[in-house]
């Protein structure tokens, strides 16, 4: 399968609704969005833990309530033409996503590995089920405590153990915080413990394939899922 990564971000902002569009209407399988904790407790969609690099102000995004982050420009960092865009709450993604009939996963980054966002995971998976969107979502996260509470809180919602680079105690940690996956770079699909865990069917999300010829080997190698910035030339060659 191909994930856009931060929605089809090659080409609009990362991490918008603009990006998230525009991969749905690629025809894209499933998006990839990063969320972090406002101020007062909303579940933003943003990858940094500062706002400066995608928008048009500064600060961390735990300091700021909801109300002042929709006022800030998430586009014209990207193009002026885009000067529109807003940091979208998680929920108007799940609200989109329910309206859409092309069924996209979506795979919900936590991004509490920095900052430890204390009841993230139980304000993600309420929304969750609030929307009845438990069959379509992957929660993944860096920091295994949280895939790990994720797992306590629900035994069964699909979870991805996200790493760097080649850890090679990577299953051993996924199979302990119950991870269903694991969300990895090409370098550690194509090493010997990516090997491994295919043997073990345990599936491989790799992260990010910007090239379509390596999304090809990682395929035919038995990755599920590639994450790409260009969903829309991947879709193209693909089918
Ligand atoms: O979820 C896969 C990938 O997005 C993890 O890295 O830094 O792009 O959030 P990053
Ligand atoms: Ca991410």
């Given at each position: 399968?191909?994930?856009?990564?931060?929605?089809?971000?090659?080409?609009?902002?990362?991490?918008?609704?603009?990006?998230?569009?525009?991969?749905?209407?690629?025809?894209?399988?499933?998006i990839e969005l990063d969320v972090q904790l406002s101020k007062d407790g909303e579940l933003v969609i943003i990858h940094d833990e500062k706002i400066n690099r995608t928008t048009d102000g500064t600060g961390f995004i735990r300091d700021f309530k909801y109300k002042d982050i929709v006022q800030f420009d998430a586009g014209s960092w990207f193009d002026?033409?885009?000067?529109?865009?807003?940091?979208?709450?998680?929920?108007?993604?799940?609200?989109?996503?329910?309206?859409?009939?092309?069924?996209?996963?979506?795979?919900?980054?936590?991004?509490?590995?920095?900052?430890?966002?204390?009841g993230m995971e139980e304000k993600v998976l309420t929304l969750i089920e609030q929307y009845g969107l438990r069959e379509r979502i992957i929660l993944s996260s860096f920091n295994p405590e949280s895939v790990k509470r994720i797992r306590t809180l629900d035994s069964e919602i699909n979870t991805g153990y996200l790493i760097l680079g080649i850890h090679a105690n990577a299953i051993k940690v996924?199979?302990?915080?119950?991870?269903?996956?694991?969300?990895?770079?090409?370098?550690?699909?194509?090493?010997?413990?990516?090997?491994?865990?295919?043997?073990?069917?345990?599936?491989?999300?790799?992260?990010?394939?910007?090239?379509?010829?390596?999304?090809?080997?990682?395929?035919?190698?038995?990755?599920?899922?590639?994450?790409?910035?260009?969903?829309?030339?991947?879709?193209?060659?693909?089918?």
């Open positions: 399968m191909i994930f856009a990564h931060r929605g089809l971000s090659g080409r609009f902002p990362e991490n918008t609704m603009l990006a998230f569009e525009a991969a749905r209407k690629a025809g894209v399988h499933g002026t033409e885009f000067n529109h865009a807003r940091i979208p709450h998680l929920e108007e993604v799940f609200q989109w996503a329910k309206e859409d009939h092309n069924e996209l996963v979506i795979n919900v980054e936590l991004k509490n590995d920095v900052f430890r966002y204390d996924a199979q302990n915080i119950g991870a269903d996956a694991i969300h990895c770079q090409k370098e550690f699909a194509q090493s010997i413990y990516g090997i491994q865990a295919i043997e073990n069917k345990i599936p491989l999300r790799t992260y990010t394939i910007n090239r379509w010829s390596d999304a090809q080997s990682l395929l035919n190698q038995g990755v599920e899922v590639v994450m790409t910035d260009f969903c829309d030339e991947f879709v193209s060659n693909y089918q």
